[in-house]
């Protein structure tokens, strides 16, 4: 079956797959007050955890696409998934700190190979509506982002150990491996298994563009933004404004679920107006949305609209920059162009959870939020408002 005449039913194996990583990454988050309680970590190590787990998607999402190539989408996203969800279950067996951080290496590894799997599987699928289908794609991970925060801090505030909704998102991605085992014999996009592959990778040359070396770290930049934002304000919130977990974790699922609104609106502005100022005006005001979130006291009420409204702002980085990336290229560097800029933004989810936690311990949490998220934000803003487009989308 070609990719113009996929049932859009076709699509089902990778969105979900891909709502249940949106799940585990926000509800890492919600529950890691929990988790450093029960390993009696600090912050530092905390944000070290979760760096780890970060390297091993950075690391994995090079060859993701390597791996889909050779494979195919639905075996590369098969290998992927189910990586995911074993590193999730093995969770459950991790007696100390060190134990539980290669159980979440091992679960970045799969994401890592997932993610360019599900874009592929995408795109392909829609291919005379990439744009759209890419939207929804980022739509699917706001929703799940919702969803897990929700989930993980109502099933906390039961008094349900913080293992419980990691081994829920596990099932749920062997789910969706089951129904990618159901379509193998009657999905046929990507790559025959081993077809060989022409030419390297090529990342070098492609950094040597002006717009892709911009948007590289434009998108280190505001993912390191927005990744310290998902994992350390849920502490922010427990700790400085005395929301309960379970507060904590509908005010985030709000300013995911809204966010995901604000990816598909400006992504329907975004062949509407000038792309660089588009983006670059989000970049600034989600950086001024986010002050009063730090610097001042609210209720869950106010919380929830500021956090909104943040996310409304803040979402669009993603399919944006990685839009301007494509536009950035000829039709035949396309796919390393994407892969390069999402791996920018993922290698920024290394280093910012440990250094937002040293910056913790030194001189608090507002401070540490106002360094490593409204800073970024602000220069995200400046550096993409440079680009220019070399391609006609």
């Not at 969803?147 to 099933?155: I, K, N, Y």
């Amino acid at each position: 079956m070609t990719a113009s005449k996929m049932h859009p039913a076709y699509l089902a194996a990778p969105l979900v797959g891909y709502l249940v990583y949106a799940m585990f990454r926000f509800s890492l988050g919600v529950a890691l007050p929990q988790i450093q309680a029960a390993y009696t970590m600090s912050d530092a190590e905390a944000g070290l955890m979760v760096s780890v787990g970060s390297i091993s998607i950075t690391v994995f999402i090079l060859y993701g696409g390597y791996l889909t190539d050779r494979l195919g989408v639905s075996s590369s996203f098969l290998l992927g998934v189910i990586l995911f969800s074993l590193g999730l279950v093995l969770f459950a067996f991790a007696w100390d700190f060190w134990t539980l951080t290669v159980f979440l290496f091992l679960a970045g590894v799969g994401s890592g190979i997932l993610i360019p799997a599900v874009y592929s599987w995408v795109g392909e699928a829609s291919a005379s509506h990439r744009g759209l289908g890419i939207g929804v794609t980022n739509a699917f991970f706001g929703v799940g982002g919702f969803l897990g925060s929700w989930l993980t801090g109502v099933l906390l505030k039961a008094g349900y150990y913080w293992v419980l909704p990691f081994h829920i998102f596990a099932v749920m991605g062997f789910i969706s491996a089951m129904v990618c085992l159901a379509l193998r014999n009657r999905l046929r996009v990507g790559r025959k298994n081993g077809e060989d592959l022409k030419g390297s990778l090529g990342y070098i040359s492609l950094l040597r563009s002006r717009n892709l070396l911009l948007l590289f770290f434009g998108m280190l930049a505001s993912n390191v933004a927005y990744f310290n934002f998902i994992v350390w304000v849920p502490s922010f919130l427990l700790r400085l404004q005395d929301f309960s977990i379970a507060e904590s974790g509908v005010t985030l699922a709000v300013f995911s679920l809204v966010g995901s609104g604000g990816a598909v609106c400006f992504g329907y502005l975004y062949g509407r107006v000038k792309r660089n100022l588009l983006a670059s005006a989000l970049g600034f005001a989600s950086a001024l949305t986010m002050l009063p979130i730090v610097v001042l006291g609210y209720s869950v009420v106010e919380g929830i609209l500021l956090f909104a409204v943040f996310g409304f702002f803040l979402y669009p980085y993603w399919n944006l920059q990685i839009t301007m990336a494509q536009e950035s290229v000829g039709e035949e560097s396309v796919g390393r162009a994407t892969g390069l800029v999402q791996s920018a933004g993922l290698l920024s989810s290394v280093a910012g959870p440990f250094l937002a936690g040293l910056i913790i311990e030194q001189a608090g949490m507002v401070m540490a939020l106002l360094a490593t998220v409204f800073l970024p934000l602000m220069a995200y803003g400046v550096i993409v408002s440079a680009w220019r487009p070399t391609v006609k989308g």
